[in-house]
């Protein structure tokens, strides 16, 4: 020290590193923005006030004894102290000695994050910048660093380490997991169960590993001989038709939808697909429609509402006309609500005909205008509009039903088969012979309020107008 000032080319530079750090720590705990000239006077200023000394330095040599007593991030200097890089340094060596392959660095400083900010370290990107200079010896990532750099996706470590905190547990929840892996975040964990098929979903957020279903020899051959003929029989098995005989049992602790899942990954996955639960050879593809109409073959009396829950089951999504097509075609729906197979119906073909006949006097005519059945023999149930429909569109000599969609709005008309129009041409020719503006909305409600159709937009409304117009011309 020369005149009262600190002179780092003749006195000790330990005291001016002291000088630096103490006043850093004590006067810019939000960092200290690096070559900055007002940064630099204020720290001369704090030293003067806190030292009585001066820093007999250049502003570049300054900054430059700074940036070297301290942790550059984002433009600002932190100083974090050996005893915080040593405490990180220990929980990352417990953790790999422990068997940990990968730690993520979000994962690290949200569950350090109390003493990590208090001591400097405020994000963890700043803590990934420390551990890269830290820890040479791993191999470092965007988001996490492992041991070694193995190859393969970042799940295939994460599924690596929940196998090995898994232990004996039968069942594991992502609480669980997380709670035994702190350094990989839970999303990681949840992604590796959901898509890993050796995983099987138990409940929410419960999972199982094949490893812990109990299955023996014998029922794995009765349950493959089993998919096998139902297979050959029907083109598909159905997850749910799979005898389980006492497997439920012995896996008392799963349910019956994980033992379903656990049985077709253990035994027939290697060569059958599913879909929903529906098992099939794989490479085949699923008619669902055709699947659908066998299944209706079965059936005595169903609700649409069973219907539309088996073709879920069945593709795992909900298509509503591919039960509503499936009942039409191969049952008789006697209500909004209710399908009966054919035996529980009888029509008498010539006589209802006769009757349809009093009321379509042209080619066609919308369903909802018959509004009474007084004309109509007993057919075994009481007559409506959904019943008049099966009819037309499996029993009728000389009608057939025409619709835009399957619905359950009785919508549609009835068509003398000896008629050549197709739907769309008998709308037309129904606008074209109504008092109605041939404008779009006007168009869609007159069709929509005479029962052609269930809504009052339809797809072909301009195609409709175009030829009902040139049809008005012609007739003019």
């Known amino acids: 020290m020369i005149n009262g000032r600190v002179d780092v080319k003749k006195e000790d530079e330990e005291q001016l590193g002291n000088i630096l750090i103490k006043t850093l720590r004590e006067h810019f705990l939000n960092g200290f923005r690096s070559g900055s000239p007002i940064e630099l006077f204020r720290l001369r200023k704090f030293v003067a006030e806190d030292f009585g000394e001066e820093i007999d330095l250049s502003d570049e040599e300054l900054n430059s004894a700074i940036l070297s007593r301290g942790t550059l991030f984002d433009g600002k200097l932190y100083i974090v102290g050996a005893n915080v890089t040593n405490r990180i340094k220990s929980e990352i060596d417990t953790a790999m000695t422990e068997g940990a392959e990968v730690i993520f660095y979000s994962a690290f400083y949200e569950k350090n994050e109390d003493w990590l900010f208090s001591a400097n370290i405020i994000s963890k990107d700043m803590l990934k910048n420390i551990l890269v200079k830290l820890c040479p010896r791993f191999a470092h990532t965007m988001k996490y660093f492992a041991l ?9 470590k994460v599924r690596r380490e929940v196998l090995r905190v898994w232990g004996a547990d039968v069942l594991l929840s992502y609480e669980q997991l997380s709670e035994r892996l702190p350094y990989v975040p839970v999303d990681k964990i949840k992604n590796v169960l959901a898509q890993n098929k050796d995983f099987i979903w138990n409940s929410e957020g419960v999972y199982t590993h094949i490893s812990s279903v109990d299955i023996n020899d014998e029922e794995r051959a009765a349950i493959t001989n089993y998919v096998a003929m139902a297979y050959r029989k029907c083109g598909y098995a159905s997850l749910s038709d799979i005898p389980l005989g006492e497997i439920v049992e012995r896996n008392c602790e799963l349910t019956l939808t994980a033992v379903r899942n656990a049985t077709f990954e253990i035994i027939i996955a290697d060569k059958y697909d599913r879909r929903g639960k529906i098992v099939m050879s794989k490479g085949d593809t699923l008619d669902a429609l055709s699947i659908m109409k066998e299944h209706c073959r079965s059936l005595e009396k169903c609700t649409l509402q069973e219907l539309l ?9 909900a298509h509503r006309w591919i039960p509503m097509e499936a009942g039409n075609t191969v049952l008789v729906r006697i209500d909004k609500d209710t399908y009966l197979a054919d035996k529980y119906v009888h029509f008498n073909a010539d006589i209802i005909d006769e009757a349809i006949g009093l009321f379509v006097k042209g080619d066609y005519l919308p369903l909802k205008s018959f509004t009474t059945f007084g004309a109509f023999p007993d057919c075994g149930q009481t007559w409506n509009l959904f019943i008049l429909e099966s009819y037309c569109r499996r029993f ?3 009608f057939r039903f025409g619709t835009p969609s399957v619905n359950s709005r009785n919508a549609g008309a009835i ?5 050549g129009m197709d739907y769309t041409e008998i709308m037309t020719c129904a606008v074209a012979n109504a008092d109605v503006p041939l404008k779009e909305a006007a168009v869609g409600k007159f069709l929509y309020e005479s029962g052609y159709t269930g809504r009052k937009t339809t797809a072909q409304v301009n195609e409709i107008i175009d030829k009902a117009r040139a049809i008005r011309e012609r007739m003019d």
């Open 415 to 419: 068509i003398r088969k000896s008629c």
């Open 309 to 317: 829950n088996f073709e879920r089951e069945l593709t795992g999504e």
């Open 396 to 398: 009728s000599r000389k």
């Open 148 to 156: 070694q750099m193995q190859s393969g996706h970042v799940l295939s």
